[in-house]
């Protein structure tokens, strides 16, 4: 088992910055690629960024691209997004995944979720 716990969400003005971080415990964090998905009021859930296991490959969705980053600390059992120039459409609820072996944008490939973090983005 592996318990995820999203931190970092909140309100913030349009074209600024926040970095999501997603603690977690239980079985070997290093040993999971860990995902970030969001939905946003009245839409389904959709794929944002992914990182393998080591940190070494890393996936942004075209949405974000240029704008999002994934990372991972395993030390600290720790994978963040850093989401710099936000924009109103980016306001959801973002949440965290871990899976076994590879990563993927496949929402229904991911073993464990947090219960999300809130970002909401003012015009």
């Known amino acids: 088992q592996v318990h995820l716990v999203e931190s970092g969400g909140g309100l913030v003005q349009a074209g600024g910055s926040l970095r999501l971080s997603c603690a977690a415990s239980?079985?070997?964090?290093?040993?999971?690629?860990m995902g970030w998905f969001r939905q946003a009021p009245g839409k389904e859930r959709e794929f944002a960024a992914a990182?393998?296991?080591?940190?070494?490959?890393?996936y942004v969705a075209d949405s974000v691209k240029g704008r999002f980053t994934i990372s991972r600390d395993n030390a600290k059992n720790t994978a963040y997004l850093q989401m710099n120039s936000l924009q109103p459409e980016d306001t959801a609820v973002y949440y965290c995944?871990?899976?076994?072996?590879?990563?993927?944008?496949?929402?229904?490939?991911?073993?464990?979720w947090g219960q999300g973090t809130q970002v909401t983005v003012s015009s």
């Open positions: 990182i393998s296991w080591s940190g070494g490959s890393t």
């Open positions: 995944a871990a899976k076994s072996g590879g990563w993927t944008s496949r929402e229904y490939a991911y073993d464990y």
């Open positions: 239980g079985r070997t964090f290093s040993t999971y690629a």
